[in-house]
C-alpha cells in the first residue's frame, strides 16, 4: 500500500500554486505515460505526478501485449478487420445477455458503442505514434489468437495483438521493456516526472472547472499544481482498497495483482468532483495463488497461464470442476460459483494438484505460474510422497487458513475421490478428449498451455496422465482481479462526464482508474493495453484543445 495515507477528496478552491502546467496527468503506468507523452508531443508543458517511489503501476508486472484492431501490420499482409465486425465481437463479449447482431448497436449503449468504435478508430494510429517517436516500438504478434476466437462474430481471429520490440522470446516482460522504452522518451521528451506524489483532491475555479490538484509526498509537504488546461488522471484501479471491493465487486476477491498503489484513489477524487461512476461490479479477472493474497505479497502475479498437462484443479471433495486451460479471465470465474442450497461459494478455493513430471518439464517463474523451479519461492507448494500425505497436508494448510476463507474444510473422503478423479482424467488424457470439461480444444487453451516435456506425449498436448507414483505437488488457488475497471464515466475523449452526462471542465480519466465499456468481456490477449493507448491518445488531444487559463 502506499504510505502516504489518504485524506479528503472534496475539491478544494485556490488562486496561489506551488507549481504550474498545460497538463497535469496523476499516474505513471501505460495510460499515464501516454496520454504525458502525447500531450507533449503537441507542445504542451506537462507534468506527471505518480504515488509510488517508481514508475510502471501494475503495467510493470504485465506481459503487455496489447490488442489493436485494424493495426499497420494487418492491412499489410492483407487480414481484413472491417470495424462493423470488430464492434460486432466486441458486442457479443460485453453485453451478450443484451446482443443483437441486426441492432444498429448491437444492443449495447450508445456509450458503449462509441467507446468501441473509438478503440478501433484510434488504437493503430496512437501505437503508431509511439513507435514512430521511439517511445514503444513493437513485434506484431501474426499467431496468437483472440480468446473468442472461435467465435463466429470474430472474423479476424488472429493478428490483433502486439508486443514490445524488445520484449523476451516467451512474450513475459513486455511490461518493463514499455515503461522502460516509454519513461525513458517521456524524460528525454521534457515530461516533468515526479515520484512520491499521492494526489488527495482537485482544484477548482469558481465555476466548478477543474484547474489543478494538490498532493502530498512521501515526507509528508504539500504540493499545489496548476494546470492551465487540464488534469488527466491514469491512477489505475480499486484492487487493493479492501472495502471497495467488498462493496462494489459482485464476487468475493481475496486480492490481486495490480500495483500496490491502486487503491482507488480516482473513485473517491472523481466522485467528489461531481463524477458519475459506472461498471463498478466488474474486474479483469485472473486466478491467483491464495496464500500470497492472503499474506498481501507484493509479488503476486495473476496466473495467466497455468503450465502442467499432467495437472488438474480439484475442489475441496477432490473432484475436478472446471477447464484448467480456459483463458485467466473465464477460469477465474468458476471459483464464484454460487450454491443456492447452502448460500456458499464452494470453488472459492481450489487445489491444483501435479505430479513429478509437470514439476520437472513445466515449471517457469513466467506468467504467474504456481510450478515454480527449484530454488525460487515455493512457500505456496503443498508435497507429499503419497496422495495420502498430500492430502492430509493439504487438509492442514485449509485449516491453517480457515477463519479467512470461510472455514471451509477438505472433505473426509478427499483422497479417495481424488484417486478416483485422477483415474478418470488419466483416461481423458490417454485418449485425447476431456469428456467433463473440453480441455485443450480451443486455440486460446493451447496457447496458454505453458512448457511441458516434448516425449512422451499424448494426443491432446494439454493432458498428460497423472503418475501412479509420487511425489505429488499441491497450491491453493482463488479467483482474483489484474485490477478493477469500474470508476468515473469518460466519453470516448477521455472527458469525466457528471450525472447528467455533462463533461466536468478540465477533468479527464484514461484506463482503469475510469469505467470500462468491456463491461464483463476479456477479448483477447492485450484487451486492457491496447484501448488505455487509444484512450489516452484521445484524451491528450481533447485536453490539448482546452482554453489555457
Request: glycine share 10%.
Amino acid at each position: 500500500m502506499s504510505t502516504i495515507l489518504r485524506k479528503s477528496a472534496l475539491p478544494a478552491k485556490r488562486s496561489a500554486f506551488d507549481v504550474e502546467a498545460d497538463i497535469v496527468v496523476v499516474g505513471g503506468g501505460a495510460a499515464g505515460l501516454a496520454s504525458a507523452l502525447f500531450a507533449r508531443w503537441q507542445g504542451n508543458e506537462v507534468v506527471l505526478l505518480e504515488k509510488a517511489d517508481e514508475l510502471g503501476g501494475t503495467t510493470r508486472k504485465a506481459a503487455f501485449w496489447y490488442w489493436v484492431p485494424n493495426n499497420r501490420h494487418m492491412q499489410e499482409i492483407g487480414v481484413e478487420d472491417r470495424k462493423e465486425d470488430c464492434i460486432r465481437y466486441m458486442a457479443r463479449l460485453a453485453r451478450p445477455e443484451t446482443y443483437d447482431p441486426d441492432h444498429p448497436t448491437f444492443g449495447m449503449s450508445r456509450w458503449e458503442y462509441d467507446s468501441f468504435a473509438a478503440i478501433y478508430d484510434n488504437a493503430s494510429p496512437a501505437t503508431e505514434l509511439l513507435a514512430e517517436k521511439g517511445a514503444l516500438e513493437y513485434r506484431h504478434c501474426d499467431f496468437v489468437p483472440d480468446y473468442w476466437a472461435e467465435l463466429p462474430e470474430d472474423k479476424a481471429p488472429k493478428g490483433r495483438v502486439l508486443l514490445p520490440k524488445d520484449a523476451r522470446e516467451s512474450m513475459s516482460d513486455g511490461g518493463e521493456v514499455a515503461i522502460r522504452t516509454m519513461s525513458a522518451k517521456a524524460r528525454a521528451d521534457g515530461v516533468d516526472i515526479r515520484t512520491g506524489h499521492r494526489v488527495q483532491r482537485t482544484n477548482v475555479d469558481e465555476n466548478g472547472a477543474v484547474i489543478g490538484v494538490e498532493a502530498d509526498t512521501a515526507l509528508g509537504e504539500p504540493v499545489a499544481f496548476k494546470a492551465r488546461k487540464a488534469v488527466i488522471f491514469a491512477s489505475g484501479g480499486f484492487t487493493h482498497d479492501v472495502g471497495m471491493r467488498k462493496n462494489f465487486l459482485s464476487v468475493p476477491v481475496f486480492g490481486g495483482c495490480a500495483a500496490r498503489t491502486n487503491e482507488g484513489d480516482f473513485v473517491n477524487i472523481g466522485a467528489a468532483a461531481g463524477a458519475e461512476l459506472r461498471n463498478m461490479n466488474y474486474a479483469w479477472m485472473c486466478p491467483i495463488v491464495l496464500e500470497k493474497a492472503l499474506n498481501d505479497d507484493p509479488s503476486l502475479i495473476g496466473t495467466f497461464s497455468p503450465s502442467g498437462d499432467s495437472m488438474i484443479y480439484v475442489d475441496r471433495n477432490g473432484r475436478r470442476v472446471t477447464n484448467e486451460k480456459l483463458a485467466y479471465n473465464e477460469s477465474a470465474q468458476a471459483f464464484f460459483t454460487w450454491d443456492p442450497t447452502k448460500s456458499e461459494y464452494p470453488n472459492l478455493v481450489l487445489i491444483a494438484i501435479w505430479d513429478s513430471r509437470s514439476q520437472q518439464y513445466s515449471a517457469s517463474d513466467e506468467y504467474g505460474r504456481f510450478i515454480v523451479p527449484e530454488g525460487r519461492d515455493d512457500g505456496h507448494v503443498i508435497k507429499g510422497d503419497t496422495l495420502a500425505e498430500l492430502t492430509n497436508s493439504i487438509r492442514a494448510r485449509f485449516k491453517k487458513y480457515a477463519n479467512r476463507i470461510g472455514n471451509m474444510k477438505i472433505a473426509d473422503d478427499f483422497e479417495e475421490t481424488l484417486k478416483s478423479t485422477i483415474r478418470r482424467f488419466n483416461k481423458f488424457a490417454m485418449e485425447g478428449k476431456d469428456l467433463d470439461f473440453n480441455r485443450g480444444e480451443r486455440q486460446v487453451e493451447l496457447l496458454f498451455n505453458g512448457p511441458a516435456a516434448e516425449s512422451p506425449a499424448m494426443p491432446n498436448p494439454t493432458m498428460y496422465p497423472i503418475s501412479d507414483g509420487g511425489p505429488y505437488y499441491a497450491a491453493l488457488l482463488t479467483g482474483g482481479s489484474l485490477d478493477t475497471k469500474g470508476g468515473p464515466v469518460t466519453n470516448p475523449d477521455g472527458q469525466v462526464l457528471d450525472h447528467t452526462g455533462r463533461p466536468i471542465p478540465g477533468l479527464y480519466g484514461v484506463g482503469n482508474c475510469v469505467a470500462s465499456a468491456s463491461a464483463r468481456a476479456y477479448w483477447a490477449g492485450g484487451a486492457t493495453l491496447g484501448p488505455i493507448l487509444a484512450f489516452a491518445y484521445l484524451a491528450a488531444k481533447a485536453a490539448n484543445t482546452e482554453p489555457s487559463a
